[in-house]
């Protein structure tokens, strides 16, 4: 008899917003960025095709509205897969439900599969970092495994993207141990994750007003600074002319190479806190 998929013990709705909850930006023509609540998600492949994909799987209990917004999209087709850059609460929120419906795979790191089937808990979350309001609840976040069973499977070797066609993706950990970011050279495309974001993710008035703002990875959640600094180099080095992240709006052009070049050169004192269980 099959495994049963189940989410961890301490999955709930939390209710947080941000005035971006509910809107879609096409980034590219085949780029389609969507916020739920205070996280994003991306649907890449050109609207109306009958090849699709589903990056990351929004808050918990939003199945019926990631449905409704890939519906508007391509109709009636489904993606072929669901491919995570991680597997935090609020970016595997719905997943169980959407895999149930549309009968896909879902694709993560190799490092990450321990922590959706069941068998790792992430760190702790660390309301006692340096932040704001959303730092101090982060106590409330869920960090126990959800368990895809044998519905996940590993990300291709060879750096290849199952279903994205000239995208490669790239081990960028710190936030978590198999946190993946995917890249399209020919237009310099990059699909982030929570590797960096462009909102300052522990405020809470810049949660939610959007306020754009190029920072590092969640510190709420970031157990490894080390890591997350040398991923986010890594990222710069790629030039990126566009960047859609897990947080925030997504930026191009000036506004984010600036905006990286910042956050690498003060990466210490713009994305590190000041004091919090993870330093060191």
């Known amino acids: 008899m099959e495994k049963e998929m189940k989410y961890g013990d301490d999955y709930k709705f939390i209710p947080a917003t941000s005035i971006g909850n509910g809107v879609g930006v096409e980034v590219l023509s085949d780029i389609y960025c969507y916020t ?48 995570l850059t991680h597997g935090h609460f609020d970016h595997v929120g719905a997943i169980l439900e959407l895999v149930n419906y549309w009968n896909i795979p879902v694709y993560a790191h190799e490092l990450e599969i321990p922590y959706l089937t069941g068998v790792k808990s992430y760190p702790e979350p660390d309301p006692s970092v340096e932040g704001g309001v959303i730092a101090k609840v982060s106590g409330l976040f869920p960090n126990e495994p959800i368990d895809l069973t044998n519905h996940v499977k590993p990300l291709p070797a060879d750096g290849t993207v ?8 790239l081990h960028t950990p710190g936030h978590t141990d198999g946190h993946v970011s995917f890249f399209r050279e020919k237009d310099q495309t990059l699909i982030v994750g929570d590797a960096f974001v462009t909102v300052k993710q522990d405020a809470l008035y810049k949660v939610f007003t959007q306020e754009v703002e190029v920072n590092g990875p969640p510190r709420y959640f970031t157990p490894d600074w080390e890591a997350s600094r040398k991923s986010v180099e890594k ?46």
């Open 36 to 83: 739920i609540q205070i996280v994003n998600i991306c649907l890449f492949g050109e609207k109306d095709a009958d090849d699709f994909v589903l990056i990351d799987a929004g808050m918990p209990n939003s199945a019926e509205e990631i449905i409704k917004v890939t519906e508007s999209r391509y109709g009636n087709r489904q993606p072929r897969a669901i491919i």
């Open 235 to 280: 990222l710069a080095e790629l030039n990126p002319i566009v960047a859609v992240t897990g947080h925030g709006q997504p930026v191009s052009g000036e506004g984010l190479k600036t905006g990286l070049k910042r956050l690498v050169d003060g990466f210490d004192n713009i994305a590190v806190p000041d004091h919090g269980k993870y330093l060191n």
């Open 162 to 169: 199952p279903f994205m066609a000239d995208f490669k993706w």
